[in-house]
């Protein structure tokens, strides 16, 4: 086997995130039970191989060639014209027949909004961190496509310079709870990323609505968006276009809180924190998932390389870096009912603590970090 083929026989896990594709489209003609089939592919049917496969703890070679790394980089690439396809083509398919209820046109979209955010919102994530501006732009538009644009300028501009500390409005608190967590999130990440590129345009002399704001970008496409769904499916598509985003995005955000949940960066006084570590991430080497996921559950390292693509990603063994039990779709899942994760997880965070803060006292140092009160970190 040449070196070409055994590059293209170790990306092609990578590319199972388009079974989604003909599995909503078999939910869009037959209906019925057919319709929730892509949630159980997502969720159960990698957890499930997880369970089989186990972990790969394996690391690839981070100094490896980028033109070694194209049947890797392609599946990110195409993911924007398939996502605007199922979107869009599905908009139109239901809209222009009569075979679905709409409970089974709720559900089918459920799952289209299961695969936008799984998938196209981790794609969009590994595209926005490159610094080729062609990727950008389709991190951009995929971001457009489930009206979570300012989620570039938060993540890159928030979530990585303030990850661990109360300024970073996605890393959860001891205690919190997905459901206000999400409520929160909502409310505080726009505000953040308008308010850091504001900063970041002062910088530079310029007003908040100059030009140069990528806000503009992004309302303008999220916009667009919204206006073909309208012209393809009327108010009818328009819904079905916002509820698939949603979905999306709540996706997106169980995934930010199991990221984090818990993990604290030390306060060295007077709005000073430590440096981030691999500890502040929570990892988990389930290979399956992170053939879904694209290696985003080696958390540790992308946070330690931001711009490092996902084949190179490595992962971190429980001396330096906490892992969950599962993959994230189990873990999302978990979240979900409150006094489950707790039940879960909270051993985990005290465990975390014994073990890399082992000169701080639970019941006295801890609380600040526990209630958020512990002061801001300098922008």
């Known amino acids: 086997m040449n070196v070409a083929e055994i590059r293209t026989r170790n990306a092609l896990p990578f590319w199972l995130s388009l079974g989604v594709v003909p599995l909503l489209w078999f939910g869009a003609v037959h209906g019925g039970w057919a319709t929730i089939i892509v949630p159980l592919y997502a969720w159960y049917m990698f ?57 089974e046109t709720i559900v089918l979209f459920f799952g289209l909004g299961v695969s936008s955010g799984t998938i196209g919102i981790v794609y969009a994530h590994e595209l926005l961190h490159q610094r080729n501006p062609f990727e950008r732009w ?28 109360r300024r970073d409005a996605v890393t959860a608190l001891y205690n919190e709870g997905f459901h206000r967590y999400f409520l929160r999130v909502l409310r505080e990440c726009p505000r953040s990323a ?13 007003s908040p609505w100059h030009p140069r704001n990528p806000h503009f970008r992004y309302w303008t496409l999220q916009i667009l968006m919204l206006l073909l769904a309208v012209l393809i499916g009327g108010v009818p598509g328009l819904l079905l276009f916002a509820w698939q985003a949603f979905v999306a995005i709540w996706q997106l955000e169980l ?8 993990l604290t960066r030390r306060h060295l006084g007077g709005g000073r924190y430590e440096h981030v570590k691999p500890h502040h991430s929570w990892n988990a080497a389930h290979a399956a998932t ?8 080696r958390h540790s390292d992308h946070h330690y390389k931001p711009d490092r693509r996902f ?16 993959g994230y779709p189990l873990m999302t899942m978990a979240a979900m009912v409150p006094p489950l994760w707790r039940k879960i997880m909270n051993p985990k965070v005290k465990s975390w ?21 512990l002061p801001l970190p300098r922008s």
């Not at 980028?66 to 195409?78: C, M, Q, S």
């Not at 140092?365 to 209630?371: A, I, L």
């Open 290 to 297: 992170n053939w879904l996921l694209i290696n985003l559950q």
């Open 194 to 206: 308008w308010e850091a590129e504001k900063a970041m345009l002062a910088r530079r002399g310029l």
């Open 353 to 373: 603590r014994r073990q890399f803060y082992p000169d701080m006292s639970e019941f006295e140092d801890w609380e600040p970090y526990k209630r958020g009160t």
């Open 47 to 103: 957890s499930a191989l997880d369970a089989v496969l186990g972990l790969n703890t394996g690391n690839p070679d981070p100094e490896t060639e980028e033109d070694r790394l194209f049947w890797y980089k392609l599946v990110t690439l195409i993911w924007f014209p398939v996502q605007a396809a199922n979107i869009f083509g599905l908009i139109w398919f239901v809209t222009h027949g009569d075979h679905l209820s709409w409970p």
């Open 138 to 165: 389709l991190g951009d538009l995929l971001l457009a496509s489930v009206l979570y644009s300012h989620f570039r300028t938060e993540h890159l501009l928030v979530h990585h310079r303030h990850v661990g500390t």
């Open 311 to 326: 084949p190179l990603l490595q992962t971190y063994d429980a001396c330096e870096a906490p892992q969950l039990p599962y």
């Open 255 to 262: 995934t930010n809180y199991v990221e984090h949940y818990g």
